[in-house]
């Protein structure tokens, strides 16, 4: 279905991490770690997206003009993409900008170093980012399974001329595992920076996806080929993106 796309540690051979490595200091290297594991995201992010929309428009056929009614309809994906991505973007440029160091500006967004009366050690928050940047890199491992049962029926916001419900995997769980992942990868954000910002593209993801989930599901509910099939599934998995809460 898809071809493969190396991350961007494998693009890098060994000697030349030893370079780096003497090039930058322990907090350097830190961020560059971080830059790196966000720059990975978008490259899984868009290769995948590409490539899915490739393989469903092949199998499934384009999205029907009228499971999309209404401008919103339209507009909602750019809008959730820019809020995705609009922080991680802007970290990388400030980074890159100032030779691999956090700006001033982001000193003044950060997590506290002291939590429940115990100060974190340097070396203690720059593990918890490291491993989530970690965690970051293995949501990939979450996102396949997720794409690998909803197989042909990916699609931006509307209906393929070929539509189905899709219930296994993931989609047992929760109707929309994706967005799960993507709220998910936002949150890491927060510890891969260490620093608030992320939370706003949080909370603004998570308010496009209430809009978006219910376009999307009343899209649905208008096909005649599975309105049927999809209302007995919102009874047999009630959670939208989280099991047992939402």
Not at 111 to 135: F, I, S, T
Request: glycine share 4%; charged share 15%; aromatic share 12%.
């Amino acid at each position: 279905m898809t071809s493969y796309t190396p991350n961007v540690f494998e693009l890098v051979a060994p000697s030349s991490f030893l370079f780096i490595s003497a090039m930058f200091s322990s907090s350097q290297l830190l961020e560059l770690f971080v830059v790196l594991c966000t720059a990975d995201h978008y490259r899984y992010a868009f290769s995948k997206i590409g490539d899915a929309s490739a393989h469903a428009r092949l199998k499934s056929g384009p999205v029907r003009p009228d499971s999309m009614p209404t401008r919103l309809s339209v507009l909602i994906t750019p809008l959730q993409g820019f809020t995705h991505f609009i922080v991680p973007t802007i970290y990388i440029f400030s980074v890159l900008s100032v030779g691999f160091h956090q700006p001033q500006w982001m000193h003044s967004l950060a997590l506290p170093d002291v939590v429940n009366g115990v100060q974190l050690e340097g070396l203690w928050k720059n593990a918890v980012r490291v491993l989530a940047c970690v965690a970051s890199i293995a949501l990939q491992t979450l996102s396949d399974y997720a794409f690998e049962h909803l197989d042909d029926q990916f699609h931006p916001i509307g209906r393929r001329e070929k539509s189905r419900v899709i219930q296994t995997g993931p989609y047992a769980w929760v109707r929309h595992p994706l967005y799960a992942l993507s709220l998910l990868q936002a949150a890491l954000w927060c510890l891969m920076f260490w620093s608030y910002a992320p939370l706003l593209a949080v909370l603004a993801t998570a308010a496009i996806f209430v809009v978006k989930i219910r376009i999307e599901e009343e899209a649905m509910l208008r096909d005649e080929a599975i309105k049927e099939e999809y209302c007995a599934y919102m009874i047999k998995v009630p959670a939208k993106l989280v099991p047992h809460v939402w």
